[in-house]
């Protein structure tokens, strides 16, 4: 079945050190693409997301470019910030239904 | 503007006792519906979807239930809780026939049974 792969955390950077972090997926059709972020005590908010292959998806200096080729979609962010310490779901939908990778908790020291 | 309310956002709860928790959504008619669990230290697990007023999905075999009184009204419920069903609930709504539209989620309930 259809399923979303995502690296283990946690991820621990320095304020300004270059993230990225690893999702691929197996699917049976040709599935959108997310990443969802959640903070602390909150539930998931959409971060970016890619309908199509070569879409890449931006926001808040975070990039995903959907990979066919890879079945990939990694989440880069050139600069990270304390305030980006949360944890990020990649997720795909197909069919109405959303399915997600287990989740990489980033940490982000000053 | 669409949004979603979920509430309690906290419970605790004593084992073999009853649970409901309730979803609404406003701003958006016929949406699709969604109840996921999020097991401490674990992802996300799809535990129904709806499509429409009283359809119901169950991905997951467990003593939950899930039921759709109202078109933007989602139930998840139980009539005896277990430890194991201890986890953090979000209720979310997707638009119906598209599938590029994301979910969005509400705040979440935090269910602690003891």
């Known amino acids: 079945g259809d399923s979303v792969t995502q690296m283990e955390g946690p991820v621990t950077l320095s304020e300004e050190a270059f993230l990225t972090i690893n999702c691929t997926y197996t699917a049976t059709g040709y599935p959108s693409l997310f990443w969802y972020v959640q903070y602390p005590g909150e539930g998931l908010q959409l971060l970016l997301k890619a309908t199509k292959a070569d879409d890449k998806g931006s926001n808040k200096g975070f990039e995903a470019t959907y990979r066919k080729e890879t079945t990939s979609f990694h989440l880069e962010k050139g600069s990270v910030q304390v305030s980006d310490s949360a944890v990020y779901f990649c997720a795909l939908i197909w069919t109405d239904k959303l399915i997600f990778g287990t989740g990489t908790r980033l940490q982000v020291f000053p | 503007s669409q949004t979603i309310h979920q509430w309690p956002a906290t419970l605790v709860q004593p084992v073999g006792s009853p649970l409901s928790l309730e979803c609404t959504v406003e701003g958006t008619s016929n949406p699709n519906l969604y109840w996921y669990r999020q097991a401490a230290g674990r992802g996300l697990q799809l535990l129904f979807y709806s499509v429409g007023i009283g359809q119901i999905s169950s991905e997951v075999p467990q003593n939950l239930s899930a039921s759709r009184p109202q078109d933007r009204q989602f139930i998840l419920s139980s009539k005896k809780l277990l430890l194991s069903d201890s986890g953090f609930y979000l209720c979310?709504?997707?638009?119906?026939?598209?599938?590029?539209?994301?979910?969005?989620f509400g705040n979440g309930t935090r269910l602690t049974v003891t």
């Open positions: 979310a709504w997707s638009v119906v026939g598209t599938s590029s539209s994301p979910l969005h």
